[in-house]
């Protein structure tokens, strides 16, 4: 992925090797999570570089705070505005995390789902899985969507501590690799499947949508094997990544 901008600088600063995630926070900065680390677009255009050794950072979010945190595979990182430095929130979390609207930090390990409260970050809930999550998202709900390893898809709604009964055409899903999951702002989730293109659950009527039906808000001009990766903007932009 390279960067391009209208300014005088060093051109390798545009240049994120492996990008894993990228992410715009309530003040409008733009991070991405990539194999250089983590960079943050300051608003004069400047990128600034964090590393983080040997820990990939695979996902980012953000609390109801503007706490910005990082998710490695076996640590959560957290931003200190003071210092402007990553600091280890979390040692051994384990699991896939995402962030409940109310703030609460859930991570999806492979044998339990966990809670971390938003106050201190302990464990205030914890539930067992019969099942390896191989990628876990939270929806504006509060639901907790997580792929299996393999095929499969589990929602975990973070409100009523239950799991959810398979909505209606969930079988499409079943017998497919989910890739990547996405909220799609205050219309659905988006799901990238390996080869079978994308899916849309949409909350107003709990239906899901089918690209191969051409029945998304979007289109694309690439075949289905063809899709990568799926990344969201601050304004619901759908951004597609392709072989």
């Not at 503007?66 to 979390?90: N, W």
Request: charged residues 25%; proline residues 3%; hydrophobic residues 35%.
């Amino acid at each position: 992925y390279r960067h391009y901008l209208n300014v005088e600088s060093d051109n390798e600063k545009g240049f994120f090797p492996e990008v894993y995630d990228i992410f715009s926070d309530s003040k409008g900065r733009l991070w991405v999570a990539s194999g250089n680390g983590v960079d943050l677009m300051e608003f004069d255009d400047r990128f600034i570089n964090h590393q983080t050794g040997e820990r990939k950072v695979r996902h980012i979010f953000e609390n109801n705070r503007g706490r910005i945190f990082f998710d490695c595979e076996d640590d959560i990182l957290v931003y200190d505005e003071q210092s402007r430095s990553l600091e280890t929130a979390l040692y051994g979390s384990g699991g896939l995390a995402d962030i409940a609207p109310i703030g609460d930090i859930w991570v999806a390990g492979s044998e339990r789902l966990t809670c971390y409260d938003k106050e201190f970050l302990k464990i205030s809930a914890s539930y067992p899985l019969d099942f390896t999550p191989s990628l876990a998202c939270m929806d504006r709900e509060g639901n907790l969507w997580m792929a299996h390893e393999g095929m499969g898809l589990s929602v975990f709604s973070t409100l009523s501590r239950e799991f959810l009964a398979s909505p209606r055409n969930f079988s499409a899903l079943q017998q497919r690799h989910i890739r990547r999951i996405r909220p799609y702002g205050s219309q659905g989730v988006l799901l990238l499947t390996d080869g079978d293109g994308i899916f849309l659950y949409t909350f107003e009527d709990s239906s899901l949508r089918d690209s191969e039906k051409g029945d998304l808000p979007f289109s694309y001009p690439f075949a289905f094997s063809e899709l990568k990766d799926l990344y969201l903007d601050s304004r619901h932009n759908v951004w597609l990544g392709y072989k």
